[in-house]
């Protein structure tokens, strides 16, 4: 008897352009192109065990302990069947190959961090389930073909598949066969950025990302200015940066994306608030920082972005973290009693 078993994990990535808004609800097609750095140590990490058996009745999957339902044409059920349908093709080339295609999967995932409140963990969820079937089933898939799948989990799982700099093209298919990551620079390019998480709540968010974004894409006219005159020359300068290692421009484009996103968010009717008072704090912070910095000559030295919730991500070059951590702790000298209330990351990629 042949146990069929696989596990992988997955780190969550975190937008300098933003994803926000679907042209297909369905498929998971996006209304701009959106860039990501993946964050490349253990903190922020999704793992997923999957197994194969004939024994098994129907698919299920366990978040956390909990067990998760598996709607059928919902999302958890369109990537499994899609990632059979890849183990489908292996199977019909080679005969010897065991039908694990016909079996039910069992799966197991955990995330290290909070779940659901804007630290991305359906990206690091999504692209750790897909890297565990794909492990179970011995699939020749390359990262951005596997990212085709995790997209239609969730939008931003289709970044984690790759670690460093990574872009999400829109594509124009409406098949989505177009609509997928690709590596716009390892880590090993510019290791020299790392991220700070400033979690400044875990709870649960009032909105989700999916529904937030569907009220934005029907009632922002911001939006449309966005995704037409904004997003597609912010995709080539801040690319343009990341090849250059001008960590200047990163900041602006990244700080500024931001701001935009929260903006469309202020823009949908009814208005969506994901900051808090403490987030426009750590904003003002930074400002001041890269003001002073300016003034006496210098560049930017730290770029904020914040996802669909209140939690703060710093990127900065390595050399200006201690000053930061210690400019933010001396403003919130609670943070000391904040379990695990700030976590330093570099950037890079899945393994398993
Ligand atoms: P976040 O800001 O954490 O990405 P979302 O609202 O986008 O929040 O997505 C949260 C949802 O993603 C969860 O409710 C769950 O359905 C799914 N998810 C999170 N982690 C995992 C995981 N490890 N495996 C499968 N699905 C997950
Ligand atoms: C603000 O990928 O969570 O983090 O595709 O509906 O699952 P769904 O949404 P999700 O949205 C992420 C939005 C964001 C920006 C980003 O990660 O690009
Ligand atoms: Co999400």
């Not at 059920?77 to 080339?93: D, F, G, P, W």
């Not at 069992?106 to 659901?116: E, G, M, Q």
């Not at 702790?329 to 976590?343: I, L, R």
Request: glycine share 6%; with cysteine.
């Amino acid at each position: 008897m042949s146990i069929y078993q696989a596990t992988a994990s997955a780190p969550v990535n975190i937008a300098c352009i933003k994803y926000w808004g679907k042209r297909d609800t369905k498929l998971i097609l996006p209304t701009n192109s959106s860039l990501s750095v993946t964050l490349d140590q253990d903190h922020l990490r999704s793992t997923t065990t999957s197994r194969a058996d004939p024994s098994f009745e129907k698919d299920r999957l366990w978040l956390n302990g909990i067990e998760e339902e598996i709607k059928e044409g919902g999302r958890l059920a369109t990537c499994i069947r899609e990632m059979k349908r890849l183990r489908r093709e292996v199977e019909e080339k080679d005969a010897k190959e065991p039908k694990l295609s016909s079996y039910a999967v069992h799966i197991c995932s955990r995330n290290n961090f909070p779940t659901a409140a804007g630290l991305a963990s359906s990206a690091s969820g999504f692209a750790a389930l897909v890297a565990s079937l794909a492990a179970l089933y011995k699939l020749p898939a390359t990262p951005s073909q596997l990212s085709l799948i995790a997209r239609q989990g969730s939008g931003s799982a289709c970044r984690s598949l790759f670690g460093g700099y990574v872009a999400w093209e829109m594509g124009s298919s409406p098949d989505g066969s177009d609509s997928l990551a690709i590596e716009v620079a390892p880590q090993s390019h510019w290791p020299d950025i790392h991220a700070l998480i400033c979690v400044v709540s875990d709870d649960k968010k009032g909105t989700s990302s999916t529904s937030g974004m569907q009220r934005t894409v029907e009632t922002s006219p911001l939006l449309q200015h966005r995704i037409k005159e904004v997003v597609p020359a912010r995709m080539a300068a801040i690319q343009r940066a990341i090849l250059a290692r001008d960590f200047d421009a990163f900041a602006r484009i990244t700080m500024q994306d931001s701001n935009q996103f929260h903006a469309v968010c202020l823009d949908t009717d009814p208005p969506i608030f994901y900051m808090n008072d403490v987030s426009r704090t750590i904003i003002a912070l930074i400002t001041e920082y890269n003001r002073v910095s300016v003034a006496n000559g210098g560049t930017l030295k730290a770029a904020y972005t914040y996802d669909a919730g209140p939690n703060a991500v710093i990127y900065a070059p390595k050399e200006n973290m201690k000053e930061i951590v210690a400019m933010i702790v001396k403003y919130f000298p609670q943070a000391d009693a904040f379990k695990d209330p700030f976590q330093l990351f570099g950037a890079a990629g899945v393994e398993g």
